[in-house]
């Protein structure tokens, strides 16, 4: 598999476990990338046939390689937010970050009596199962003690 498809399917599965929670709003972006990929999904395809069908309607033919550059670039959109997912994955935690992950990781623990394999240098993609674990088995104030 190439390396962009690995990161687009990194991109999905991140998309998947990412929990969109209000709470994580100010403090990620995920949350805004997942409703753009989402929205684009769900609209660009309609927007691309109605272009499309106007151009072969109404349109000339020398506007045919800019309508399909248009339409091209249109398509890409939902793949640049999963590739931009896939690579967030992939990054790893800041120090401040890394603490809260184990700091949640000990509260489950405790709380929950749930025991996660901590990883030394955690990425994104670990807080992101971390976090939705903690929101499935422990109560949200966990996230402001």
């Not at 506007?63 to 091209?72: A, E, K, Q, R």
């Not at 896939?86 to 790893?92: I, L, Q, V």
């Not at 184990?102 to 489950?108: F, L, Y």
């Not at 499935?136 to 402001?144: A, M, R, S």
């Amino acid at each position: 598999m190439s390396i962009i498809g690995s990161k687009l399917q990194r991109g999905r599965h991140y998309l998947a476990v990412w929990p969109r929670r209000p709470e994580l709003n100010a403090l990620f972006p995920e949350n805004r990338i997942i409703l753009a990929i989402e929205y684009g999904i769900r609209v660009l395809p309609p927007i691309v046939v109605i272009c499309l069908m106007l151009q072969f309607q109404f349109g000339d033919a020398a506007y045919w390689p800019s309508v399909l550059t248009s339409v091209i670039f249109l398509l890409s959109m939902p793949l640049q937010g999963f590739y931009w997912l896939g690579r967030r994955a992939e990054t790893p935690l800041p120090p401040s970050l890394a603490l809260w992950y184990r700091e949640i990781n000990e509260k489950m623990r405790e709380q929950a009596g749930i025991s996660r394999k901590l990883v030394a240098k955690p990425r994104y993609q670990e807080l992101a199962d971390t976090l939705k674990a903690a929101f499935d088995k422990l109560d949200k104030t966990f996230l402001f003690e």
